[in-house]
């Protein structure tokens, strides 16, 4: 109970939202360093890595988001439950689990792709999933009339209302890939998609489980 209640004061936590993105930034740039440094293959390879690993986060995002977040009921379930019932509370998995996936990555990847190329890898993984935290940032905070961020921002708060629809928050492609796509026209043209949210649907289900 103890650990419980530590964990959910640290991810509510300000400090802990805003130090994330200034850790995240600052792996990100450390490994695009160590690539620029480590890294000697064609720049043909360097597309493909890039390519790939924008590929895999997306798909990282959507597996996370749709099987961790709400899956089973986890600590990670729990956390996310306190999203959908306060979006714009200030919430964020502790700010040193990135950090530690990233490097932990880089040793998977090093043996396979190389010394330089796992480090590209990983930059580009982290970079995403700051750009991730901006964008989602902004989809609770932001009210640009920026076509880009109200289409965005539509497709993500419906995923508020039907927790079950729209688990891909970057890219859309996932969502498409396995059938869990919705967005009105409507709402894609005018990023009306209102600020409610579903907590009751996802405390049935968890009850459930």
Request: aromatic share 12%; glycine share 6%; with cysteine.
């Amino acid at each position: 109970m103890l650990m419980a209640n530590f964990v959910t004061r640290l991810v509510t936590s300000a400090l802990n939202y805003w130090l994330g993105f200034m850790v995240d930034v600052t792996v990100a740039g450390f490994f695009l360093a160590h690539t620029l440094t480590s890294m000697h293959r064609p720049l043909l390879i360097s597309c493909l890595v890039v390519l790939a690993g924008l590929g895999l986060y997306g798909l990282l995002e959507y597996v996370f988001h749709r099987w961790i977040y709400h899956g089973r009921r986890s600590p990670a379930t729990t956390g996310h439950l306190l999203h959908h019932e306060n979006p714009q509370a200030p919430i964020a998995v502790p700010f040193f689990l990135p950090a530690m996936a990233a490097v932990t990555l880089w040793f998977l990847f090093r043996p396979v792709l190389g010394e330089g190329e796992a480090s590209l890898m990983v930059a580009v993984l982290v970079s995403n999933f700051v750009y991730y935290g901006l964008l989602h940032h902004s989809q609770h905070h932001s009210r640009l009339k920026v076509r880009y961020v109200l289409s965005t921002r539509s497709h993500h708060l419906i995923h508020h209302h039907f927790p079950d629809r729209n688990f891909g928050l970057t890219t859309t492609l996932w969502d498409r890939v396995f059938g869990t796509h919705y967005l009105s026209a409507r709402d894609l043209r005018t990023g009306e998609a209102s600020m409610a949210v579903a907590p009751a649907v996802l405390k049935a289900k968890y009850r459930k489980e």
